[in-house]
Structures are given as C-alpha cells and as structure tokens.
C-alpha cells in the first residue's frame, strides 16, 4: 500500500506513522473505501502521542514495555473511546515519565474529566497533586500506623494540616542540596588519566569511560561516569537511559563479579577504569523473596545472631537448646503443624488458596517448648513480632542486631515487623531493604574483619517509584550514606528531587525512541539549568530555584 509492505510501515515510530497518515492522498474508489479507516488510524495514533507515547514503534512487543508506558496504552484507548460518566481508577500513572511528558500526561487526563469523567488517582508525583480538584490524604504512617483519613480538600487546605506529611512537603518543599556537592574531577580525556582497561597503573582513577555505545537507539555515544560520586542518568522516556545504565554498563561489568573472568564488551566498543571497581550491584524493587518464610530479619542476616542470643541464655543451655532450635525454617524448634510459616494454605477448589493463622501456634511459628526460653522478658515468637521502631531499643545494648535495625528505621521502614513475610512487601520496601543490607556490609567490614571496603558500583532503575515525598527524602539520605562510604552510585531516575541532589547529570535525548539516544549534556545540575536544549534542565530550574529564593529571604 502506497508502494510500502506492511512491515515496513509496522517498524515506523507513532509520530512517524501518523505524519504519513495525515499526508496520504488517496483518489476515486480507494479514497471511498479508506475514508473512515484513515479517520480511525489517524485519532488513535493522535491519542498515543497526547499521552507521551510518540516514540514507540508500532511493532514494539508488548513484554518490552515499561508499566507506565503499557498503562499509558490503555489511557490512549480510553480517550479515544469518547465515553461519558465513567469512573476511572488509576495506580501511579506516571511512574517513568519525565517531568515534561508528566505534563503531556496531565493534560490527557484533565480532558477525559472535561468529558464528563471520574477520575480517582492514586499518586505520589507532587505535579499531579497540586493539579487535582480534591485530595484525599491517608496516613499519618504506613503499615498499622496508616489506614486513617488525615485531611482532604484543596493543596492549601492540605498544606495547613499538621498532621498531614503529604501537606508538609507541599507547603515546605525540599531545598537542595541537602549537603554540599562532591567536586567532580575533569574527565579522562581532558585530564590524561592512565590506567585504561583492568590496570591500575598511573593515578588515581576518577571515572569510568564507557566507549561508543550503540545498543539499541543509543547513537555511538561516549560517556564519562565519575566513581565515588552521586550520579543521575537523565532523559525524557525512551531516550536511552536504562539501555546505557542496565544493558551496557551494569551488564558488560557482571564479569567483576566473578573471580577469574574477562570482560566481553556488547552493545559498546570498551569500558575504561573498571579495575577500581571491586563489585557491581544492581539494586532493584524485585521481591526479596517469594515463600513467607522469608523477611526482614533474615534477608538482612541478623536473624543469625538473634537466635545466638537466644540459644546463649540460662534457660537455653540448661535445655540443651543451640541455636538451630530458634530456627522457623528446619528443626525441632518450630511449630509441627504449619512447619514454621505461621500460617495454613488451605486449597479451595475453582477459588484462588487461602491462608488462615495457624491454629496449633497461633501465628507464633514454633511449638511451646521454644517458646517458653525468653530474653529480656520476649520469646523469640515476641521478636519476630516487634516493629523496627521497638526492636531499636529492645536490641540498643547488642550493636550487631541494633545497627541494621537503626538503618531501617532511618530509610522510614520502622512501621516493618521483622518477620513480615516478604511477598507482602512492596517494591519500594524490598528495594530499601536492600540498600540497608548493603549499608549494614560496609560497617560489618570495617568493624569485623578490619577489610577494605570494596568499592562497588550501584546502578538503580527508578528508586523513587512507589514512594511518598517524605520517602524520597529519605531515599536520597541513604544514597548519599552509600557514597560516603565509598562507593559509586548511578541512578535513573525521572524525580526532580533526586536529580537536584546528583553530584553529577547526564543527560540523554534529546527525545525518546530515533530521536533520542544522544548525550544532550554531562554537567552539575546547576549548569544543566543553563542548557536550553535540556527538557531535564528545564524542569529543574523551578527545584534549584527553591534554594535561591531562601538565600534571598534569608539575606533580607
């Protein structure tokens, strides 16, 4: 059809496809017949780049798209539909947007209510509430300390309540940066720095170089990422950013974690400097683990040592109890009749299973005989029952067990039990978890063994996704402790606030899909304001812009 089959038209982007549309000129008895399809063809094509999807190809597989851009699908087929009185529900619906198409995004929702739609959101984005009609906060915690009705109404009927922490941030946002920047060293290329590939010969490295990545839409691009610095990966959706981070970068330096093994560049020519590196780690808001035996306690590994403490006591020794009686996993010492897990699954025919409370143990999850030895008044049930917040000073006096329940209560996940099974948690609760896993390594090594720390590089995909802007806050403060420490940490991310805290930008675009994949700009977020060919930068200013105006009522 017009001299193209249609798998040539199927590899072309939504913004190409409807420009070709618009521009067909058809005659006679193919104009007849084509007129309500083009019609048809040309309005849904309109709908997928009004909510920010224009650089998709029409025949990208399903599976390789991101849940914001497959619920952003779904939106476009909504507003296409033309239905009136429709209540709409919708989960985080910009999670992976840029500010910029958050925008886009916006704006398709405010016409599907100008409809004559109902439309209930579910949202974190500080845009998006400030551009609802009426908000409903629930708080004032998470976890049992959640569940109630704090405030609603108007931003500014919010911001005026005390209780409400969603009404804090929007009357008192975030001024950055929360501690001064790291200075970043020139570039290897302008400073001459030895030491390429695995050596370590000549000076300190200061960056790893990634050389000529072509994978996917990048564009043959070459990037400088400093070590031992904050740094954010930038970039309106599909530019590029998690094929640069995830699928060039993290996965060529797998091979660091393995001994013995060479490197074997895909999608890039090289990768400089790697050899200051001791590790990489992906840290992502994947499940910690599927089955309810596993949680907190034992994911972050100081279950080991409370069962040691328990097996250490009077009534233990004198019972013969070591520690694997403390055990819920194997052993004599958990309850026979649930085998520990606490609960019973119960199969029910036609019907998705049911768990119900054990009812021999009643949740506790070992038999009576275990639970009759206690340490400072607690059986060990008592303690797998605690929240973190409680835990911190019951343990206060044991620094191996105190210390990680601390960084969990630092990261704003004190509401935890510390044997809430994992499958109940959510993304962003695994994945700060996992940050204080890595946080608690770094004191164990130092203060254990008397090691080195091994530098590791961190790459995460969206840490913010799923969190409250008190969680964000939080986020950034454990992000910039695992710098501190001596580590390098390369972060996706969309979130204004966490870019304003980057000791370092790099900013990928300028667009998404064939029009991105070029590095737009390498800079400070200061200077990255300055560009005005960066959608990243443009959205920024209004978050920098928070500190100068402080300064300036301060200087008054």
Known sequence: FDEKSIAWIAQWSVSDARKW???????????????????????????????????????????????????????????????????????????????????????????????????????????????????????????????RLVAEGSVAQISSQADSVTGRFLAHPLIHPLQPRRPVAPSPASAGEGGGEGSREGPTRTHL?????????????????????????????????????????????????????????????????????????????????????SCPATYIGFWDTIRKLFADTLEAKARGYAPNRFSFNTGEGRCAACEGAGVRTIAMSFLPDVKVPCEVCHGERFNPETLAVSWRGKS???????????????????????????????????????????????????????????????????????????HTLYVLDEPTVGLHMADVERLIRVLHRLVDGGHSVVVIEHDLDVIAEADWVIDLGPEGGVNGGRVVAEAVPERLVALRESHTGAALKSVLARAVAVEALAAA
């Open 380 to 454: 060990i049930g008592d303690v797998l029952k605690m929240e973190v917040d409680e835990a911190v000073d019951f343990f206060a006096t044991m620094g191996n067990i105190a210390h990680p329940l601390k960084l969990l209560k630092d990261v704003g996940l004190g509401y935890l039990t510390l044997g809430q099974p994992s499958p109940t948690l959510s993304g962003g609760e695994a994945q700060r978890i996992k940050l204080v896993t890595e946080l608690s390594k770094v004191r164990d090594d130092i203060t254990r063994r008397g090691n080195k720390v091994p």
């Open 209 to 293: 170089t990634l050389h000529d990545a072509t994978l996917h839409n990048l564009r043959n691009i070459t990037v400088d990422i400093p070590l031992k610095r904050l740094v954010a990966i930038t970039g309106v959706s599909g530019s590029g950013k998690s094929t640069l981070a995830r699928d060039v970068l993290l996965a060529n330096l797998q091979f660091l974690n393995t001994r013995g093994a060479r490197p074997n560049w895909q999608g890039c020519e090289k990768i400089d400097g790697y050899a200051w590196i001791d590790r990489v780690l992906e840290v992502d808001q994947t499940p910690i683990g599927k089955t309810p035996r």
């Open 21 to 147: 549309v618009e521009v067909l000129s058809l005659t006679g008895r193919g104009a007849e017949i084509a007129r309500d399809v083009v019609t048809e063809i040309k309005s849904r094509l309109e709908f997928l780049e009004e909510v920010g999807l224009g650089y998709l190809t029409l025949d990208r597989a399903a599976p390789t798209l991101s849940g914001g851009e497959a619920q952003r699908i779904r939106l476009a087929a909504q507003l296409g539909s033309n239905l009136q009185g429709v209540c709409y529900v919708l989960d985080e619906p910009t999670i992976g947007l840029h500010p910029r198409d958050n925008a886009i995004l916006l704006n398709a929702l405010q016409n599907l209510a100008d409809k004559g739609n109902t439309l209930v959101v579910v949202e974190h984005d500080e845009e998006t509430i400030r551009r609802a009609d009426h908000i409903i906060d629930i708080g004032p915690g998470a976890g049992k300390r959640g569940g």
